[in-house]
């Protein structure tokens, strides 16, 4: 239904207008008190590179995130990723992740970035503190905040806004009656945009998710995904139809695709139930790092990662770079 609403083949959003408006004054009053400095945002002592989004859930974040860290770290930089941590609940705040760290403390995203590329992650609801807590606790050069933009208490020195190529800004209104977090105008005052498959605009990176090969959340042998058989598809995402979409490219039709909502809890029990005996469950990596501790022999899960234009990407690297000399 909000997908129907937010998408634009529904008129019935206009009912949600008044709500609507009052989301967009107060999000705008709040960006104006720190662009006229009636409040005063703290600025880290090393650049902040924020990654985030203007419309809810399922854009390509996470990925770009991932790539943006290793790619920094091939170029000799030591980032470190500070995070909300939506979905966890640690017993404190800020929260260093080590290897013990569970999505359940930390939020699924974190645990995600830290075991894909190895740098240090903290997350906490302020995310002043969640940097304090990075330069307190290693030799960190650059900062990259997961998601974020609209946390203005936080100075910045580069916004990269991810957008869904297909799905784009739908009816382009604020929430709930559409899914802007700030309208598409916001794009004139960031420094990249970058477009997640669909067809890029005029000054948008294009970016596509390429999957590699599937993992067992067990024994984490690797295999091609298209090996598997009797498929049946889970993903707990922002949009799920996008990974259902992607293991049809992939050559899989799922035997039963199965939603759940974004940062879903699981239980062995749940999961168990989707997939029977002579069945594979085949799940996203975010899904896999919530099941991994109680996964059965027939669970995997498929890893993506984000791929651009060879020198568009290197363009805005450099870009990255520079900003340590500043």
């Not at 903290?122 to 807590?133: I, L, N, Y």
């Not at 933009?149 to 209104?173: K, P, S, T």
């Not at 977090?181 to 004139?188: D, G, H, P, Q, Y």
């Amino acid at each position: 239904m909000i997908e129907t609403l937010w998408s634009g083949r529904s008129v019935l959003y206009v009912l949600l207008l008044p709500l609507s408006w009052l989301y967009g004054l107060v999000t705008n009053l709040i960006r104006l008190s720190y662009v006229r400095g009636w409040r005063k945002a703290w600025r880290a002592p090393v650049p902040v590179v924020i990654v985030g989004n203007l419309t809810v859930g399922g854009n390509g974040k996470t990925p770009v995130v991932v790539w943006l860290v290793q790619a920094l770290q091939q170029r000799g930089l030591r980032p470190g990723v500070v995070s909300r941590g939506y979905g966890g609940k640690a017993d404190h705040y800020p929260l260093l992740l080590n290897d013990q760290t569970s999505s359940q403390q930390a939020g699924d995203e974190p645990v995600l970035i830290y075991q894909r590329t190895g740098a240090p992650v903290a997350v906490s609801p302020v995310r002043k503190e969640a940097v304090q807590a990075l330069l307190s606790g290693g030799d960190i050069d650059i900062v990259i905040t997961d998601d974020g933009l609209q946390h203005y208490a936080l100075a910045r020195d580069f916004e990269i806004v991810v957008v869904d190529g297909q799905r784009r800004f739908g009816n382009g209104w604020w929430l709930p009656a559409g899914p802007m977090r700030e309208r598409v105008s916001r794009l004139k005052s960031v420094d990249a945009v970058i477009t997640n498959g669909g067809n890029a605009r005029s000054g948008e990176l294009p970016m596509q998710l390429q999957p590699g090969q599937a993992v067992n959340l067990k024994t984490h042998e690797m295999r091609p995904v298209n090996t598997l058989e009797n498929v049946v598809a889970m993903a707990g995402i922002g949009h799920p139809p996008r990974f259902f979409a992607t293991l049809r490219q992939q050559g899989i039709e799922p035997v039963r695709e199965v939603s759940f909502a974004d940062h879903q809890e699981y239980t062995q029990p749940l999961l168990a139930a989707l997939a029977t005996e002579g069945h594979v469950l085949l799940m996203t990596e975010k899904d896999a790092v919530k099941a991994r501790h109680f996964a059965a022999d027939n669970w995997w899960y498929l890893p993506v990662d984000a791929q651009f234009p060879m020198a568009e990407s290197a363009a805005l690297l450099d870009r990255i770079v520079a900003l340590r000399a500043n």
